[in-house]
């Protein structure tokens, strides 16, 4: 069994910062990448950022291109998405997703998180 922890989320003004932090933990053999997704009420699920454990290459959306950073902490089998200059447009709620393959199958499969919220509002 794996399972994905999210926190960090939260209330915040226009151009502030917010640090969202996801931990992977359970029967993990190895993971290949971390990533955070969002969805706002009315559209579809997209990507925000993600990240290459072994290696470390991320890519972005366009839409938050040198305003969030995603990080790792293969240690502790932990994503980060620093947040800055939030925007209103940024309000969703965020799912940490993991690409990893679990010991007990020793297959590789994608992991949700429950979702957190970020709400960017004056």
């Known amino acids: 069994q794996v399972q994905l922890v999210e926190s960090g989320g939260g209330l915040v003004q226009p151009g502030g910062s917010l640090r969202l932090s996801c931990a992977a933990s359970g029967s993990i053999f190895s993971i290949y990448a971390m990533g955070w997704y969002r969805q706002a009420p009315g559209k579809q699920r997209e990507l925000v950022a993600r990240i290459i454990f072994v290696g470390g290459n991320t890519n972005y959306a366009d839409s938050v291109k040198g305003r969030f950073t995603i990080s790792r902490d293969n240690a502790k089998n932990t994503v980060y998405l620093q947040m800055s200059s939030l925007k209103p447009e940024d309000t969703a709620k965020y799912y940490c997703?993991?690409?990893?393959?679990?010991?007990?199958?020793?297959?590789?499969?994608?992991?949700w998180g429950q979702g957190t919220q970020v709400t960017v509002s004056s």
């Open positions: 997703n993991a690409d990893l393959r679990g010991r007990a199958l020793m297959t590789r499969d994608d992991y």
